[in-house]
């Protein structure tokens, strides 16, 4: 395992960390399996969040069973704006890892003017420096899906680490903020470097595109500016492609790099990387999966009839009719969550003309 330095933290990671975003739908004993091979393997981090479920809980219970807690970097995301829940988020936190410090808290996903100015006035800047000059956090990051804010919560200074979104279909942190955190000594975590599980080989298929996970993972690695890469990790097979691309992304030449882009020259621009934010819909519609099938039927729509009826046979069983998208009023509760900015109601009207259901 290579391991490479976390910016001013000056933490020693593993180039292949675990994201735990699914811990919550795995049984403990897989869970349990799962971070024993990763330590087994030279894997050092992992990364989870407040509202990732039952993950912390699950996470907690395997470092502990394993006594492998001081072998791992260990961070959690905090979403939470109002100040005296964030403070109860953290206490939660700790509690569920069964541990009495965290290496990084990150405030999670920063990525509109409002949500910053919220951090801001609230109080929460203040208190994550209380806690890491108290030693219950050793770290302070940021996630963020918005290179323009990005830019501006970077150049404060406070925080030491960014977890930025980072994959062939999303390549705009590369000339944006990894050079402005290689300049202020941040370290980089890159997360989604399956697009969210759009680059997997199952998914990139239903795109109408072939591009393998470890080709995305390889991808990710072999940016100089990355320190990281936390990929979902829930599943043993999904362990061992990680780890057969961490051992092999040094033969990553700039030339199959721009393969691989070339290979994901995704055919529909507002593709949804399934990411949730968006939730819930106030009309009750499972925004995150009508725009799956959507995606799906703009590719192959009128070309692959197989494909076609898959789709249809597929949607109409996940999607109830109480969920469909002709429900949507365009209130646009979805579109300021969205940390992509997609036209969400614009979508819906779209998909509800053109997706068939039996």
Known sequence: MEYRRLGKTELQVSALGIGALKYGSVTQETASEIVKAAHQNGINYIDTARGYGESEIRLGHALKKLRLRDRFYLSSKIINRDFKQFQQDFETILSNLQTDYLDILFIHDVSTRENWDKVRSNGILDYVQELRSKGRIRHIGVSTHDCGIGEEIIRTGIFEAAMLAYNPTNLE?????????AAMDLGVIVMKPLGGGVLSEERSRQMGFSVTAEECLKFAMSSPYVSTVIPGLDKAEYLNIALHAVNSYIDMTEENRRAVIAKVDIKVKNYCRGCGYCRPCPQGIPIPDVLKYWNRWEVFGGVDW?????????????????????????????????????????????????????
């Open 173 to 181: 942190a590369e000339d944006t903020l990894f050079p402005l955190c």
């Open 306 to 358: 197989s494909q076609m009826h898959r789709i249809t046979e597929e949607y109409t069983k996940e999607v109830p009719d109480s969920g469909t998208p002709d429900h949507c009023i365009s209130c646009g509760a979805c579109t300021k969550k969205c940390p992509f900015n997609l036209p969400i109601p614009k979508l819906m009207e779209t998909a509800a003309k053109n997706l068939r259901r039996y």
